[in-house]
């Protein structure tokens, strides 16, 4: 079955850059779309972004200017990037695969278990 | 954007109680919804897709509801395992948007 493993730097600083990548085994990353989620510290769930498996994307209005999602399928992952961050981007991250339907994608059906990424000086 | 608003924002249970869980979308999103069940420390559990299609491995006493607008998550009797934070989403359109959770608590 297909597992995801994210990874990337626990701590950020201010003003720099946010790298995440998520590993995916057990299967083709270019069989799937693929999405980044968030949840800052005591907040709800905030979707990222997606990656489909022809390569478009699509970002969350809020974080638009600043997110980029790429896939890399000579190594079978997918990465997150996000520029000048702030305390604001401090939560935890996950990657999870999206489930596609007959008339669209359904949701998220396989999860990573997440990296918490904090931002301070 | 479209909004995902759920009810209530927590609700004390006990083993064995049936409890109803409540998202309403900002507008008419057919049967794009899907369920999540969220435990500290975590990652989410996919529980329901299609407003009422349960996801494979997923117990019988989940079960879901509604299109349109207003769409439900109901435990038929709550078990142990089943304390935890429930999310909707919606799937209708990028970008894609969550309720704000509902926390079940044990009573």
């Known amino acids: 079955q297909v597992q995801l493993q994210e990874s990337g730097p626990g701590l950020v600083k201010p003003s720099e850059t946010l790298s995440l990548t998520c590993a995916v085994s057990?299967?083709?990353?270019?069989?799937?779309?693929w999405s980044w989620i968030r949840q800052p510290p005591e907040k709800g769930l905030e979707w990222i972004g997606y990656?489909?498996?022809?390569?478009?994307?699509n970002y969350s209005p809020s974080l638009k200017s600043r997110t980029t999602i790429s896939v890399d399928t000579s190594r079978n992952q997918f990465s997150l990037r996000v520029t000048s961050v702030t305390a604001a981007d401090t939560a935890v991250y996950y990657c999870?695969?999206?489930?596609?339907?007959?008339?669209?994608?359904?949701?998220?059906?396989?999860w990573g278990q997440g990296t918490t990424v904090t931002v301070s000086s | 954007d479209i909004q995902m608003t759920q009810s209530p924002s927590s609700v004390s249970a006990s083993v064995g109680d049936r409890v109803t869980i409540t998202c309403r979308a900002s507008?008419?999103?057919?049967?794009?919804v899907a369920w999540y069940q969220k435990k500290p420390g975590m990652a989410p559990k996919f529980l329901i897709y299609?407003?009422?299609n349960l996801q494979s491995g997923v117990p019988s006493r989940f079960s879901g509801g509604g299109s349109g607008t207003d769409f439900t998550l109901t435990i038929s009797s709550l078990q142990a395992e089943d304390f935890a934070t429930y999310y909707c989403?919606?799937?209708?359109?990028?970008?894609?948007?969550f309720g704000q959770g509902t926390k079940v608590e044990i009573k």
């Open positions: 999870a695969r999206m489930l596609l339907g007959r008339q669209g994608y359904y949701g998220l059906d396989v």
């Open positions: 057990g299967g083709s990353i270019s069989s799937y779309s």
């Open positions: 990656i489909s498996n022809s390569g478009s994307t």
């Open positions: 507008q008419g999103i057919s049967s794009w």
């Open positions: 299609a407003a009422s």
């Open positions: 989403q919606q799937a209708n359109s990028f970008p894609w948007t």
